[in-house]
Nanobody, 115 residues
Framework: QVQLVESGGGLVQPGGSLRLSCAASGRFFVISDMGWYHQAPGKQRELVAAIPRGGSPNYADSVKGRFTVSRDYAKNTVYLQMNSLKSEDTGVYYC?????????WGKGTLVTVSS
């Protein structure tokens, strides 16, 4: 079992930055992929960025050049650095981890981009 806890959300003005963190804990073998999903109000959850174990990250087109995903393997933590935030980035950000073919989700952290 993998428990995921996100942190770092909040209110930020357009053009600002936030850094999200997600720490994995519990009893597990090896976490393969970790990533972040975004759910805007009234919309479906969509992939923002993911980073496979030992691999290169991939991003949604809407965040390329603005967001950076990274992992600390020793801490089982994934980060999402979000720069040049836009109003459309508002929503709940969920951390995802995959371990032995099973998906795990955090409870989400709210990001609001507004002046």
């Amino acid at each position: 079992q993998v428990q995921l806890v996100e942190s770092g959300g909040g209110l930020v003005q357009p053009g600002g930055s936030l850094r999200l963190s997600c720490a994995a804990s519990g009893r597990f073998f090896v976490i393969s992929d970790m990533g972040w999903y975004h759910q805007a109000p009234g919309k479906q959850r969509e992939l923002v960025a993911a980073i496979p174990r030992g691999g290169s990250p991939n991003y949604a087109d809407s965040v390329k050049g603005r967001f950076t995903v990274s992992r600390d393997y020793a801490k089982n933590t994934v980060y999402l650095q979000m720069n040049s935030l836009k109003s459309e980035d508002t929503g709940v950000y969920y951390c995802n981890a995959q371990e032995r073919g099973r998906d795990y989700w955090g409870k989400g952290t709210l990001v609001t981009v507004s002046s």
